[in-house]
């Protein structure tokens, strides 16, 4: 075992071991996070919606948990299916406006299982290079050769469709946002291509779901696509506030996943005071719109706030907001003063993505307030002129 204390030193002196802490919530202030005796304002959390601790979801949760239990005590397919799951599934199909769902533990889990049951030796799936790590092990569990193209590159995309034109099954996937960048796919073009070449087409949801569509569909509803996407991909624990995640499409496809999908048959079912949390859940994405527009409000100030400090930040419209550095000493050191500063923010570096663009992923709340990220961004100002960032 020599080995693993040999290659953790190689990464230490690379600036890239990562190890874990430990955060606390603050019941009163969902936007912060407690590190030790530290309050600091959580810029690095998924909770978009600020849902992680709307009382009403708490509040169902516990009462499930009271009449069904702690776990659901086994897989889907034996006797953990309870009723929670039904009611869920039913409204995301509505949601949706799909034939069906399928309801998953998370959403690495639906990816992997998806796409192995989806296609196989013989067969390809088209991936963006910056999709999420559970797509890219999806593939590689499917056995199905790997294609990856240029990060929304649709003439390289159409290079590779003709490359593999003779190949059984063709899949398409794509982030719709993309989880360290905060682009976005252009979903018109990917329909366009996979109607082309006739290939299924799979939308990631996991960072646009409950924050785009006038319902919080996510992007393929914004943008109207939703009909020619074949398989839509969402999870529960980032806009929701809760835990797991959902396959919606027609009835064939939750057919064939609930035979097909390992991770959906292999694993114990999701604890039902949980699904009847993301239930509520997503009564109140649906019902609280106004979460949606302060969002985008404070989206639209803070990326401002940073462009006219001069740094380098991703582009779109989206919660997560990239501070490019670069370096990865950099980026740990940017990262440690924003501590010293009051703010959470983690660096993000490689093999995240790619070499040389470590980076800051900011990420914002609706749980946020104008003055809290006015004062963020003066502080993040200074620490770039300090260290020489900008
Ligand atoms: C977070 C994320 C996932 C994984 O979802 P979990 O429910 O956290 O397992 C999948 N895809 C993308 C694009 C993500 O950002």
Not at 212 to 240: M, P
Not at 288 to 302: G, M, N, T, V, Y
Request: glycine fraction near 8%.
């Amino acid at each position: 075992m020599d080995w693993i204390e040999k290659e953790l030193e190689l990464l230490a002196d690379a600036s890239l071991e990562r190890s874990l802490r430990t955060c606390s919530p603050v019941c009163e202030a969902p936007g912060y996070t407690l590190r030790g005796e530290r309050r600091l304002l959580n810029l690095s959390s998924n909770d978009y919606l600020g849902l992680a601790k709307h009382p009403a979801i708490i509040e169902v949760m516990r009462e499930k948990l009271l009449t069904e239990g702690a776990g659901s005590g086994a897989s889907r397919l034996v006797t953990g299916n309870r009723p929670p799951y039904d009611r869920l599934e039913e409204e995301l199909a509505y949601w949706q406006k799909c034939e069906a769902a399928l309801v998953f533990a998370n959403g690495y889990m639906a990816n992997s299982g998806v796409i192995a049951a989806l296609v196989g030796r013989g067969d390809v799936v088209f991936s963006d290079q910056w999709n999420h790590a559970s797509i890219a092990d999806g593939i590689i569990l499917s056995r199905a050769e790997h294609a990856r193209y240029r990060h929304n590159d649709m003439a390289h995309l159409r290079v590779l469709l003709n490359k593999y034109r003779d190949k059984r099954r063709k899949l398409i996937v794509t982030d719709a946002v993309f989880s360290m960048d905060g682009d976005q796919a252009p979903l018109r073009e990917l329909v366009a291509l996979k109607r082309e070449f006739g290939a299924m087409l799979m939308v990631d949801e996991a960072h646009s779901g409950g924050i785009y569509g006038k319902r919080g569909e996510g992007l393929c509803h914004e943008l109207a696509v939703q009909d020619d996407v074949d398989i839509h991909l969402g999870t529960f624990s980032k806009s929701f506030g809760v835990y797991g995640a959902y396959i919606c499409g027609s009835r064939t496809l939750i057919r064939w996943l609930v035979n097909k999908a390992g991770p959906l048959i292999y694993s114990t079912a999701l604890p039902p005071s949980i699904v009847a949390g993301v239930s509520e859940a997503l009564v109140v994405v649906q019902g609280e719109p106004w979460r949606r527009e302060k969002l985008f409000a404070l989206c639209i100030l803070f990326r401002s706030l940073l462009g006219s400090s001069g740094f380098t930040i991703g582009v779109g419209n989206s919660p997560i907001v990239p501070l490019i550095i670069g370096d990865n000493d950099m980026t740990l050191r940017f990262s440690s003063a924003l501590e010293d500063e009051g703010i959470a923010a983690v660096a993000i570096r490689p093999p995240t993505v790619p070499d040389g663009t470590s980076r800051i992923r900011f990420s914002l709340s609706a749980a946020h307030t104008e003055n809290e990220l006015r004062d963020a961004a003066v502080r993040i100002r200074n620490i770039g002129l300090r260290l020489g960032v900008i």
